[in-house]
């Protein structure tokens, strides 16, 4: 079974910055594209930033040249830095891999669409 942790959240204020990191566990052979995607109060989940395993990114349209994906392939870690934070980056973020390869015994398969719990990001102005 895959899980993914992430950890970072917090509070900051506006203009300020955090970096939150996510890492996958499991029985993984390997871990095809890892992003964030948030959720603020009354509104749908959104993308954040996205990465492939050879290292393509996209960012959404209200992050992009704020925040910095990354990933390190070797521990199936991904991070985002966030800087220049607005009060409407507040919101829950989401740790997603949209697939992994996981072996159990004998058996290596694609399992897919793989969530963490999220963690709490507060902009204060």
């Known amino acids: 079974q895959v899980r993914l942790v992430e950890s970072g959240g917090g509070s900051a204020p506006a203009g300020g910055s955090l970096r939150l990191s996510c890492v996958a566990s499991?029985?993984?052979?390997?871990?095809?594209?890892m992003g964030w995607y948030r959720q603020a109060p009354g509104k749908q989940r959104e993308l954040v930033a996205n990465?492939?395993?050879?290292?393509?990114?996209k960012y959404g349209d209200s992050v992009n040249g704020r925040f910095t994906i990354s990933r390190d392939n070797a521990k199936n870690t991904v991070a985002l830095q966030m800087n220049s934070l607005t009060r409407d980056d507040t919101a829950i973020y989401y740790c997603?891999?949209?697939?992994?390869?996981?072996?159990?015994?004998?058996?290596?398969?694609?399992?897919?669409?793989?969530w963490g719990k999220g963690t709490r990001v507060t902009v204060s102005s």
């Open positions: 997603n891999s949209d697939r992994v390869l996981t072996y159990s015994g004998d058996t290596v398969q694609w399992t897919y669409d793989h």
């Open positions: 499991g029985r993984i052979f390997r871990v095809n594209t």
């Open positions: 990465i492939t395993s050879d290292g393509t990114t």
